[in-house]
C-alpha cells in the first residue's frame, strides 16, 4: 500500500505502538475474525471514535468488536 490511496481517500503514514503481549493477542483475535488486518482494525478503531472524548467510552469501543 505504499504511496497508494486507501479506501478511506487518505496515503497511510507507518506508526509504531507498543503494546502488552495480551493486547496483541486480542487485537490479531479481533483481525482474524473480522477478516482483516491489525493495522486497518486500528483504523476503523480510530474512525469509530469520531473526535470523541474517551473518558467512560472505553468499555463501549471494546464492546463493539466484542464476539
Keep these: 500500500m505504499r ?3 486507501t479506501r478511506h481517500g ?3 503514514v507507518r506508526v ?3 503494546l502488552t503481549p495480551s493486547s496483541i493477542e486480542k487485537l490479531d ?5 473480522s477478516n482483516t488486518s491489525r493495522s486497518e482494525l486500528v483504523e476503523q478503531l480510530a474512525r469509530h471514535i469520531k473526535n470523541a472524548p474517551l473518558t467512560g467510552k472505553v468499555e ?6 466484542a464476539d
Design 3 to 5: 504511496n497508494r490511496e
Design 10 to 12: 487518505e496515503y497511510k
Design 16 to 18: 509504531n505502538a507498543t
Design 29 to 33: 483475535n479481533l483481525a482474524k475474525q
Design 60 to 65: 463501549q469501543l471494546g464492546e463493539s468488536f
